[in-house]
C-alpha cells in the first residue's frame, strides 16, 4: 500500500464518518492551510464537542479514548489564540513520556510551516539541558511542550519563564498519575496565575487525580466522549490459540501469512522485547525495537525511520503503548496478555485510528482463559481465530469451551440421578455399574459433540472455497 494511497483512504474515510468540517470553526488561514496540508477535513466526536469550548476559554476534563483526535482538540484552539508578536511563553503543554512529548511537538511544527514567526520547544529528559538553558536566556517559545521533569527544571533554573501562560494542558493525565510525574505538574501548574486556562485530557479519569482537578480548575466542563465498544469498532479483535507452538512460530505465521503493511509486536517485558526482535530478525524481517531499555537518542533515531517506512514492523513494550502514535499502522500483534489489562485497550489502540479499519491479533494459552474472561467483562469481544493452509479462518476452539461449561451446567435428569445414587452408601457393584453408565453417557455426549463439531467444520471450508 503507498503512503498516497493510504493518506487518500484516510481522508475519505473520515469524511464518511464525520460531518462537521473543521473549516466550520473559522480558523485563521494559516490553521486552515495548515489543516489541509495535513489532510485533516472533518472533525472526530472529541474534536467537534471540545473545540468550541476550549475556544470559549474555559476550563475543560476531557475524557476519550486513545485515537480519538485529543492532540489537536487541545493544539487547534491553541494556535487561533496565540499572538506571535507577543515575545513570551503562551501555552504550556505536559506529556508523561519523551515520545509523546515528541509526538505532540511534531504535530504542531506542521503550522509553523504557514506561519513562520511561531516559536515552539521540546524539552524533554535525554537531552542538552545546559544548551536549553542558553538558548532561553535569549529567547522564550510561544508554546512549551515537553515531560514535566524537565520542564520543572528549567523552570527552577529560572530560565524558562511559564507564568505568562494562558494555557495549560496536561495530555494523558492517568498516564501521569502512574507514572509517578503528578507532583511535578503540580509544581508547573502553581507557577501560573489564576487566569491560565487548564485542559487536561485522558483515556480514563482515576479517583487520585481528583484532588487535582479540584485545586486547579475553575469550574470546567467535563465532557466524557460515549463510545459503543471499549474499542474502536473499526478493528477486528482476533484471539490465537499458540497450541504448544510456542509465541515465536506463532507470530512468525501470523506474520508470513499476512503480510501486514505495518505492524506492531506489544511483548510484556524488555527482556521478552528482544528475545522476539533477534528471533525476527534472524529469520530475514526487518524490525525496529522500542522499549525503556534503549537510549533516547537511539529511541528518537528509529522512532524517525520508523515514521519514514524504514521498517515494516516493531517490538515494543508497554511504553509504546500510550507514548507512540504511528501512523498507518494495519496490525497488532499482542504477544501475551498485558498484566495491567487495562493496557490492552492502549495497545490494541495504535491501529485502526482515525476511522481506518485494523487488525489486532491476541496470542493465548490455556493458562490465560482467567484474563480473557476478565478482558470480556470489560465489554471487549474476541472472534477466535486459526491459521490453517496458509490462511486465517474461524476457530471453534473457545466456543466448545463455553459449550462444555454449559452441558456441565446442564446434566440432563438421568445423569443427575445417577451421581447422586453414586454418592449414596450403596453396594460396590452396583456402584461400578452406576460409574459405567455414567462414563457410557459421556462418551455418548462427547461423540455427537465431535460429529457436530466436524459438520461445522467441514461447512465453515466449503463456504471458504
Known sequence: MSVF????????????????????????????????????????????????????????????????????????????????????????????????????????????????????????????KKRQIEKLAGQQPHIVIGTPGRIMDLIKAQALKTYTAQTFVVDEADMTLDMGFLNEVDQI??????????????????????????????????????????????????????????NNGAILEVLQTLQPYLAMIFANTKDRADEIHSFL????????????????????????????????????????????????????????????????????????????SGTAITLYQPSDDVAIQELEKMGIQFTPKVIKNGEIVDSYDRDRRDKREKSREALDITMIGLVKKKKKHIKPAYKKKIGWEIDKQKKAKKRIAGRAQGRATRKAKRQSF
Request: no cysteine; proline share 5%; glycine share 6%.
Open 5 to 128: 494511497f493510504y493518506v487518500i483512504m484516510k481522508t475519505r474515510l473520515l469524511e464518511k464518518e464525520n460531518k462537521m468540517q473543521f473549516t466550520d470553526f473559522n480558523f485563521k488561514p494559516f490553521i486552515n492551510d495548515t489543516l489541509a496540508a495535513i489532510h485533516f477535513k472533518t472533525a472526530t466526536p472529541v474534536q467537534e464537542k471540545l473545540i468550541p469550548i476550549a475556544l470559549e476559554g474555559r476550563d475543560i476534563v476531557g475524557e476519550s479514548k486513545t485515537g480519538s483526535g485529543k492532540t489537536h482538540t487541545f493544539l487547534l484552539p491553541i494556535f487561533q489564540k496565540l499572538d506571535p508578536e507577543t515575545d513570551s511563553v503562551q501555552a504550556v503543554i505536559t506529556a508523561p513520556s519523551r515520545e509523546l512529548a515528541t509526538q505532540i511537538y511534531q504535530a504542531a511544527l506542521a503550522f509553523t510551516k504557514f506561519d513562520e514567526r511561531i516559536r515552539i520547544s521540546n524539552f524533554v529528559g535525554g537531552t542538552d
Open 189 to 246: 501548574a502553581g507557577t501560573f496565575n489564576q487566569k491560565v486556562q487548564m485542559l487536561v485530557f485522558s483515556a480514563t479519569i482515576p479517583q487520585k487525580l481528583q484532588p487535582f482537578l479540584k485545586k486547579y480548575l475553575n469550574q470546567p466542563v467535563i465532557e466524557k466522549i460515549a463510545t459503543k465498544t471499549i474499542i474502536s469498532d473499526t478493528i477486528d479483535n482476533w484471539l490465537m490459540s499458540t497450541k504448544g507452538r510456542g
Open 281 to 356: 530478525v534472524n529469520n530475514g524481517f526487518k524490525v525496529a525495537k522500542i522499549h525503556g531499555g534503549i537510549p533516547p537518542r537511539e529511541r528518537k533515531r528509529i522512532m524517525k525511520a520508523v515514521q519514514n517506512l524504514d521498517y515494516q514492523y516493531v517490538v515494543a513494550t508497554d511504553l509504546a503503548a500510550r507514548g507512540i502514535d504511528i501512523e498507518g499502522v494495519s496490525h497488532i500483534i499482542n504477544d501475551g496478555i498485558p498484566r495491567d489489562l487495562e493496557f490492552f485497550v492502549h495497545r490494541v489502540g495504535r491501529t485502526g485510528r482515525n476511522g481506518l
